[in-house]
């Protein structure tokens, strides 16, 4: 299986690089800048609780030398999204499925209206990594894995490939025959953990311990599952309180990419994951205060400003 992956750094990076040392599928990387340049030189490490050190990758910065692949996988930050759809063009043949593992729930809105329908399969990404230098992505954590499907619940030679080129990298990947449902209930916890860590500028331990900001996090997820089944997503009316249960029992260290970006001066991805359930939340007259005011409270860092 012949994969191109768009965005290589701490999430593209870390599964395209079990992919690469599993031998089942022809990785290509998408990369630019310094990473890519110690990519060409070194390699790819993957440093935490699995080492691995995949030492020669095929990287580049155009998708033109890559040429039309099996499968894209699209693993670029959400506000890359537009320009991503379309840099990844040349390697988008009739045949190529495109899955994106990104964050949120409008990812697949975008990919559907950019290509043929047909091409797009769902996924749903679980890693706790960072790139820690050009051409080093260290995890953090032992959690690892991929779910993805077809939008129908249908399985496919495709999805059956994917899966057999996972699993011999060492992922634990499942296919799921509702995947749109998977991808809503990432979201629910995501945007509680990316809204609270990042507004309140502190990991799980402290917020899920202080009664008012515990109560918090699971009414910031609460309104994330009423807009899920207002969309018809067969997520459980209770599911807030499950996902606060697994907030209870992640490291107290844990928190969130988007929390990591605040801290650095990054772009936020808080216009899809907060901001997404506010708009989502409108289409259907479902309020969503709580998203809101996270949107709201980090807007003027949104674009990038680092703290004083």
């Not at 790819?44 to 691995?52: A, D, F, Q, S, V």
């Not at 580049?60 to 063009?89: F, N, S």
Request: charged residues 20%.
């Amino acid at each position: 299986m012949r994969i191109g992956i768009m965005g290589s750094g701490a999430l593209g990076g870390y599964f395209g690089a079990r992919l690469a040392q599993g031998g089942a599928a022809d990785v290509h990387f998408v990369a630019r800048g310094q990473h890519l340049e110690a990519m060409r030189r070194d390699g790819l490490r993957i440093e935490g609780p699995e080492p691995i050190h995949v030492r020669s990758v095929h990287a580049t910065d155009d998708p033109h030398e890559i040429g039309p692949v099996d499968l894209v996988m699209l693993c670029v930050k959400l506000w890359d999204m537009e320009a991503a759809i379309k840099q990844i063009w040349p390697m988008v043949g009739p045949d190529t499925a495109i899955i994106s593992f990104q964050n949120g729930v409008l990812k697949d809105q975008y990919l559907r209206a950019a290509f043929d329908w047909r091409q797009v399969m769902g996924g749903v990404a679980y890693v706790a990594t960072t790139l820690s230098a050009p051409g080093v992505i260290h995890q953090t954590g032992p959690m690892q894995r991929l779910l993805f499907g077809e939008f129908d619940g249908s399985h496919s030679r495709r999805g059956e490939e994917l899966l057999a080129a996972c699993l011999a990298g060492g992922i634990k990947a499942e296919l799921s025959r509702d995947i749109v449902r998977e991808i809503w209930q990432k979201y629910v916890f995501l945007v509680g953990l990316s809204g609270t860590t990042t507004t309140m500028r502190k990991p799980i331990g402290p917020i899920r311990s202080n009664p008012q900001t515990r109560a918090f996090l699971h009414d910031v997820m609460q309104e994330v599952v009423a807009v899920a089944r207002a969309h018809g997503v067969a997520v459980p009316e209770d599911y807030a309180q499950v996902r606060l249960q697994l907030a209870d029992d992640v490291s107290p260290d844990m928190t969130s990419s988007m929390h990591h970006d605040l801290q650095r001066g990054n772009r936020l991805e808080v216009r899809w994951l907060a901001g997404g359930v506010v708009e989502l939340g409108q289409a259907k007259g479902i309020p969503t205060p709580l998203n809101r005011a996270i949107a709201d409270i980090l807007a003027l860092h949104a674009e990038g400003a680092r703290l004083d």
